[in-house]
């Protein structure tokens, strides 16, 4: 049997909040240099919350950032339970930030120390 995970004391959720703050700041200066312009950060809906929604030319893109302390903890950051709530949520969001003959999708940008950002284009095929 599985032994329940234990609550997360305040100072260790203010600790993610603030590592989850600053990831998606890197992300969104990296997304920047690669030409992209952010159009909104950390929008919530009643499906979930999309941490950047960035656009190139006329593809939206609804992304989601993890940022984890080590390169190591990267392949086990996004889960498809997590992308589903985060398509769901871009799929709300289309009408305000997509147009007519626009292309969209949910990427993914894993960050960690030491690492370059890792962009997964796509990363949702529903």
């Not at 997304?31 to 593809?59: N, S």
């Not at 950051?77 to 949910?106: F, H, K, N, S, T």
Request: glycine share 8%.
């Amino acid at each position: 049997m599985p032994r329940p995970t234990p609550a997360r004391s305040p100072d260790l959720r203010r600790a993610a909040e603030t590592s989850g703050r600053r990831g998606e700041r890197l992300a969104a200066w990296w997304l920047r240099l690669k030409g992209w312009r952010i159009l909104d950060r950390r929008v919530r809906t009643p499906a979930g919350e999309v941490d950047l929604v960035a656009c190139r030319g006329t593809l939206i893109a609804f992304v989601e950032v993890k940022m984890r302390r080590t390169a190591a903890e990267l392949d086990h950051a996004i889960d498809q339970r997590r992308l589903a709530r985060v398509a769901a949520a871009a799929e709300v969001l289309m009408p305000r930030y997509a147009g007519p003959g626009d292309d969209i999708r949910v990427d993914v940008i894993l960050l960690a120390p030491g690492t370059r950002p890792r962009h997964i284009e796509n990363a949702w095929i529903g």
